[in-house]
């Protein structure tokens, strides 16, 4: 969990707190293992150094987003479609070289070697700290109570990863009956929860015009607005206009050939928020609700619960979102080279 309250930071600051949990493109994720109860069920989410390919005689490009313009977008412009019970709260906290190279060498034999090649960002003051979602706090006294956390990552489809909290499958629990009743229970959570058909639903609408559409719009921008990324004040703006566009079903196709340069510049940064929301991971975790326990009826809307057909248990579930942060605008001709090479 995640405390409503500012933490002091430097409490924090030892390496030996943090376990390697998980790492994209962009940033390294690492699980507090220390005795703070107040901390415990947290992740630090510490971004790294090169933002992109770099030849090593070429000047690294750095992120043009700093990380309070990140939580900004996550609350801000990601959470209000997608619903924010499925957003993982964030607080930033305070951070130095010292702990970050500490942190770097301890987690260095547990990072996929294919990972390797980027580092931490040294010079980064913040990381975030974030609710772990495959942490389930009730769970916590209620041994031997398993979590099977799934991760599926939207642009591959791919089951990433699986967590166990705390790691103790007996042979009978129901959870560990194999790949396929795994993926039947996945399907049901997913159908029967709300955030995978509002993500389809907002991919479609801020999509519309697809890559083919978006790069001539943005071919004809002016060059400094090529390399203007929205502040959080104009994704605002931006969703606001979004949010009348659909109310109104206007179709914006048909209104291309004669789009004023505002007009455009909304069709593109919609289009850079649907590549948000293509990118991310739905964390789905799974634990069996204890038929003696008094846990209440009364859940949060992403938590929910499915019979399994397997006995007569009844499987709990709580579902939430990763990895929502913005795009560059600079993207968007590489967005358009990788479409044309999947055309050719
Ligand atoms: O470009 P793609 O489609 O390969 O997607 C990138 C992802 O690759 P994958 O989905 O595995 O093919 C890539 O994922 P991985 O590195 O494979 O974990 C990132 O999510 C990258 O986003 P960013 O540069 O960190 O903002 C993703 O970049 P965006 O395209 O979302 O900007
Ligand atoms: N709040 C969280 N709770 C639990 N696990 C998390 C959380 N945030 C991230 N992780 C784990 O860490 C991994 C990397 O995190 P994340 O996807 O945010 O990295 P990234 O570098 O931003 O990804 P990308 O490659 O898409 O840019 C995730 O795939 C997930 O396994």
Request: charged share 25%; proline share 7%.
């Amino acid at each position: 969990m995640l405390p409503s309250q500012p933490i002091d930071s430097s409490q924090l600051l030892d390496a030996a707190l943090w376990s390697y949990k998980g790492e994209g493109n962009a940033n390294i994720v690492v699980a507090y293992i220390g005795p703070d109860p107040l901390i415990t069920g947290c992740v630090l989410r510490v971004r790294k150094a090169l933002d992109e390919d770099v030849r090593l005689d070429e000047v690294p490009v750095p992120s043009p987003f700093t990380l309070q313009y990140e939580m900004g977008f996550q609350q801000h412009v990601v959470a209000p479609l997608v619903g924010p019970e499925y957003v993982g709260r964030m607080q930033l906290v305070n951070v130095n070289p010292t702990f970050l190279h500490n942190l770097s060498d301890s987690m260095a034999d547990a990072r996929p070697k294919a990972r390797r090649t980027k580092l931490l960002d040294f010079s980064q003051p913040y990381a975030a700290l974030i609710a772990d979602l495959t942490y389930v706090p009730h769970l916590k006294m209620a041994s031997p109570t398993k979590v099977v956390a799934v991760e599926i990552k939207q642009s591959t489809g791919a089951a990433l990863n699986n967590f166990f909290q705390p790691a103790d499958a007996s042979a009978h629990d129901p959870l560990s009956t194999g790949m396929a009743s795994l993926f039947e229970n996945l399907i049901a959570i997913l159908t029967r929860d709300n955030l995978l058909q509002r993500l389809r639903y907002h991919q479609r609408n801020l999509d519309s015009l697809d890559i083919e559409g978006i790069f001539p719009l943005y071919a004809t921008l002016p060059d400094d607005v090529k390399n203007a990324n929205p502040s959080l004040s104009e994704w605002k703006e931006t969703m606001d206009l979004y949010r009348q566009r659909i109310e109104q079903n206007d179709d914006i196709a048909a209104q291309l050939s004669k789009c004023s340069p505002k007009e455009r510049l909304q069709f593109i940064h919609e289009y850079l928020l649907a590549a948000t929301l293509k990118d991310c991971s739905i964390i789905i975790a799974m634990w069996l609700k204890d038929p003696n326990s008094t846990e209440s009826s009364d859940t949060p809307a992403n938590e929910g619960t499915v019979r399994l057909d397997t006995s007569s248990q009844v499987l709990r579930y709580r579902v939430g979102i990763l990895d929502i942060d913005p795009k560059r605008i600079t993207k968007i001709p590489d967005y358009y080279k990788l479409d044309q090479n999947i055309v050719e």
